[in-house]
C-alpha cells in the first residue's frame, strides 16, 4: 500500500477538494490536481502543473508502471443526475503531466477512496461514501477504466447518531496475498464494520467473505499491513484509535490503542495510516490534535507502542505520505493541512521514530491526497 522505491528524483500528486472555496481567501481555490518535483534530500516541492476540470479529486491511485493515474470525483448527487466518478489519466513520462483517457460512474454518491490491482486482473475498487457501497471496475488494454463489473451495498448503522446513521464505506484496497486469492478490505464508518470481499480473477466480480463489526462509535476509516501481510492496522476516525488483527489468525483481534496524546480532551478525528518503509513505526494523523502519531512496531507480537506526537504546522491533516529518506535510516513524510492550505515536509529517523519538519512548507489549497511517483531513468523531467 506503500510505495517503498528508493532514491532522490520523485513526483508529488496531489488530490483535492476544488468546493471548500472561500471567497475571502484565494489560498482556498483549487483548480483540481497539482503535480510537483522533490527530492528525498531537501523535501521542497516545485510546481510542475495544474490538471483542471475535475471537480474534488480528493482521492488518487497510480498503477505500479507509473504509467496511469486515477482520480475519484467526490461528488454528490448533481443537477444532471449523475453521481461521483473515477477519472483516467495517462502520465506523460516527458513532462509529468496528465492527460484524460476515460472517466466512468461509480454508480453512487461521493466517492472518497480509490486504489489499483495493477497485476491481473488489473482492476480498480473504489469506496463511495454517501450511499455505503463499493464497486469495482476493470482496466483495460490503454488504461481506461471499463464499465462496472463489481459491486456490494453495505448494511447497518451505529451510535453516532450525526455520522453513523447509515453505512459510510471510506475506504477499499487490495490484500493480495498471492494470485488466487486477492481480497480487498473496505472500512466503513457509518456500520462500524470491517468488510473483506474476495476479487473473483475471471469475471472481475466481488464475493463477501467476512464482516467484522469494531467497537460501538470507532469509525472505521483507513488501513494498513505490515510487509509480511501478517498484521493489519485499522485507523478508526471517530474515536481515534487504532486496531490491530492477526490475519493468520482469522483476524483476531490483538489490540486496540488511543491514537491522540495522553489526557487530550479535546475534538479530533482520526484521518490517514502508514507505515514506514523500514517497518519499524506507524504513523497516524490527528485532524483536531493536528499532529501526527508516531508508534513503534513489535515485529513478533504485531501490537504497536506509542512514541510521540508532533504537531503537523497545520490544520486538520488529512493524507500523509511517506518516501525513503536520501539519508541513511531516515524517511522523508509530507503531511496534507486542509484547512491551512499546505504541505509541510519532516524527516523521520528509522531508528528513534522521532519525526521532525525541515523547513519546508508548500501552499497547495485544500490538500486532502498526496501519491508519489519514483522519478526514474524513464522520466526527464528532471
Known amino acids: 500500500m506503500d510505495s517503498n522505491h528508493k532514491g532522490h528524483q520523485y513526483v508529488v500528486y496531489v488530490g483535492t477538494y476544488t468546493d471548500k472555496n ?59 443526475n449523475s453521481t461521483g466518478n473515477i477519472y483516467a489519466y495517462q502520465i506523460d513520462k516527458q513532462t509529468a503531466q496528465l492527460h484524460f483517457v476515460n472517466s466512468q460512474p461509480t454508480n453512487g454518491l461521493g466517492p472518497c477512496y480509490i486504489s489499483i490491482n495493477s497485476k491481473e486482473p488489473k482492476c480498480v475498487v473504489t469506496a463511495n461514501y454517501g450511499s455505503g457501497s463499493v464497486a469495482l471496475f476493470p482496466i483495460l488494454g490503454n488504461g481506461a477504466v ?15 447518531k450525526d455520522r453513523q446513521e ?11 496475498v498471492n494470485k488466487n486469492e486477492i481480497y480487498i478490505f473496505s472500512a466503513d464508518l457509518g456500520a462500524d464494520k ?16 467476512r464482516e467484522i463489526k469494531l467497537h460501538d462509535g470507532a469509525g472505521p476509516r483507513h488501513l494498513t499491513h505490515n510487509n509480511s501481510k501478517h498484521f493489519i492496522y485499522l485507523l478508526n476516525e471517530l474515536d481515534s484509535t487504532v486496531t490491530v488483527f492477526d ?44 499532529s501526527i502519531a508516531v508508534f513503534s512496531i513489535d515485529e513478533v ?32 513524510v509530507f503531511v496534507a493541512n486542509q ?6 515536509t519532516f524527516i523521520l529517523d528509522e531508528i528513534t521514530g522521532a519525526l521532525t519538519p ?25
Open 247 to 290: 490475519w493468520t489468525k482469522n483476524m483476531e483481534t490483538i489490540q486496540t490503542i488511543t491514537a491522540l496524546p495522553s489526557g487530550y480532551t479535546g475534538t479530533s478525528y482520526a484521518a490517514d495510516i502508514h507505515i514506514s518503509p523500514s517497518g519499524n513505526f506507524l504513523l497516524a494523523s490527528n485532524r483536531g490534535d493536528d
Open 166 to 176: 447509515s453505512p459510510h464505506a471510506h475506504f477499499s484496497d487490495y490484500f493480495v
Open 339 to 344: 484547512y491551512s492550505n499546505n504541505i509541510v
Open 358 to 382: 525541515n523547513g519546508q512548507i508548500t501552499s497547495v489549497p485544500a490538500p486532502v491526497c498526496i501519491k508519489t511517483l519514483h522519478a526514474s531513468g524513464s522520466y526527464n523531467i528532471y
Open 22 to 80: 472561500d471567497p475571502n481567501n484565494p489560498a482556498t481555490k483549487s483548480e483540481g490536481i497539482y503535480s510537483f518535483k522533490t527530492d528525498s534530500q531537501t523535501g521542497a516541492f516545485t510546481p510542475i502543473s495544474t490538471t483542471t476540470d475535475i471537480k474534488n479529486p480528493t482521492f488518487i491511485t497510480i498503477d505500479d508502471n507509473q504509467d496511469y493515474l486515477y482520480s475519484v470525483t467526490e461528488t454528490v448527487e448533481e443537477s444532471d
Open 194 to 209: 470491517l468488510y473483506i470481499y474476495k476479487v473473483q480473477p475471471d469475471t472481475v466480480k466481488l464475493s463477501l467473505i
Open 146 to 160: 471499463g464499465t462496472l463489473s463489481g459491486f456490494a451495498n453495505h448494511e447497518g448503522s451505529s451510535v453516532n
Open 301 to 332: 507480537s504485531g501490537q504497536i507502542h506509542i512514541v510521540g506526537h508532533t504537531p503537523t504546522q497545520g490544520e486538520h491533516p488529512r493524507n500523509f505520505a511517506i518516501i525513503d529518506g536520501a539519508e541513511k535510516e531516515t524517511a522523508v
